[in-house]
């Protein structure tokens, strides 16, 4: 499965809605993900990426589209 694809699986699973997000929405201002849900998304994406996401770096902006967490997680490999 191409890591799009996997990311969007979990920000639907961690949504609980069956959503298809273009690449750019912002997962936080169309209101999918809260920042309750940000720690659900990246203790998903460091589980299914086997990362280590350190604390100091949990912030909306960081995973505020499909685009932003696939260039986050380039940055981790």
Same mark, same amino acid.
């Given at each position: 499965m191409e890591k799009r694809e996997k990311i969007i699986d979990i920000i639907r699973e961690v949504a609980g809605k069956p &959503?298809?997000?273009a690449p750019a929405e912002s997962l936080f201002e169309s209101g999918l993900l809260d920042s309750f849900t940000l720690t659900d998304l990246v203790g998903a994406l460091e589980?299914?990426?086997? &990362?280590?996401?350190?604390?100091s770096e949990l912030t909306p902006r960081k995973f505020d589209s499909v685009e932003r967490i696939e260039a986050y997680l380039q940055s981790k490999s």
């Open positions: &959503i298809n997000p589980n299914e990426f086997g &990362i280590r996401i350190p604390d």
